[in-house]
Nanobody, 118 residues
Framework: QVQLVESGGGLVQPGGSLTLSCAAS????????TAWYRQAPGRQRALVAS???????TYADSVKGRFTISRDNAKNTVSLQMNNLKPEDTAVYFC????????????WGQGTQVTVSS
């Protein structure tokens, strides 16, 4: 089992920046695809960004050019740099890892709130 813990959420004004971090209780990001999802009130949970073990990144159209996902295998962390934040970015952001190659496990963090408002 792996625990994922997000941090870095908060309240920011439109146009501001935040960096979210996801820390794993043990090594996993070097062998498993990792992603950030978000869920806004009244909406489905949606993929924001992902990064494969090979470093290939994918972004939702709504965040391309503004968000950057990165990974630090040595520290067992994955980050999401969010720039030029907009009110529509307001959501609970979740760290995700999986499925693992051997057993197909998928792990989720507890979520961290990001609120973009003036």
């Amino acid at each position: 089992q792996v625990q994922l813990v997000e941090s870095g959420g908060g309240l920011v004004q439109p146009g501001g920046s935040l960096t979210l971090s996801c820390a794993a209780s043990r090594s996993i990001f070097s062998t498993t695809t990792t992603a950030w999802y978000r869920q806004a009130p009244g909406r489905q949970r949606a993929l924001v960004a992902s990064i494969t073990t090979g470093g290939k990144t994918t972004y939702a159209d709504s965040v391309k050019g503004r968000f950057t996902i990165s990974r630090d295998n040595a520290k067992n962390t994955v980050s999401l740099q969010m720039n030029n934040l907009k009110p529509e970015d307001t959501a609970v952001y979740f760290c995700n890892a999986g499925p693992t190659p051997l057993f197909g496990r998928t792990y989720w963090g507890q979520g961290t709130q990001v609120t973009v408002s003036s």
